[in-house]
Every structure is written in structure tokens, then in C-alpha cells.
């Protein structure tokens, strides 16, 4: 990137963060704050029975293969 480049991308952005209201929201606060909400609720949500019992399945085949190679 050249240096003219990268002044008026700086200028770009000065501007643009001057056109804030004191007070008033940036535009990314929003996106965050959806983003988590939405982490939030899957955090929330339940494991799945059948998932459970592929993980117990699979702590099952674990033990048994050291159980076979201890022998």
C-alpha cells in the first residue's frame, strides 16, 4: 500500500468516527452485542441425549482398547 493510500485511509476513518453522536451506538457495538446474546443462548441450550450417549460409547471403546493392550 502506498503512503497516499494509507493517509487517505486514515482520513477515512477519522471521518467517519467523527460522524458519531456522543452517546450513539458504533456500528460494530451492535453486531457484538447480537453476537453474544446469541452465544449466550447456545451456551443455554441442552446436550443432546444421543450425543451423550455417543460420548459415552466412546469413553467405553476407549477403556476396553487399553484394557486389551494392558494384556
Keep these: 500500500m502506498s503512503d497516499d493510500e494509507t493517509r487517505n ?3 477515512m476513518t477519522t471521518a467517519q468516527s467523527n460522524n458519531f453522536r456522543p ?3 458504533q456500528p460494530n457495538a ?4 447480537k453476537l453474544r446474546e446469541f452465544y449466550d ?3 443455554e441450550e441442552g446436550i443432546p441425549d ?3 450417549e455417543l460420548l459415552e460409547r ?3 471403546a476407549e477403556k476396553n ?3 486389551v493392550k494392558a494384556k
Design 9 to 11: 485511509k486514515d482520513k
Design 30 to 33: 451492535s453486531i457484538s452485542r
Design 41 to 43: 443462548a447456545v451456551q
Design 23 to 25: 452517546g450513539a451506538m
Design 50 to 52: 444421543r450425543f451423550l
Design 65 to 67: 482398547a487399553k484394557a
Design 58 to 60: 466412546l469413553d467405553e
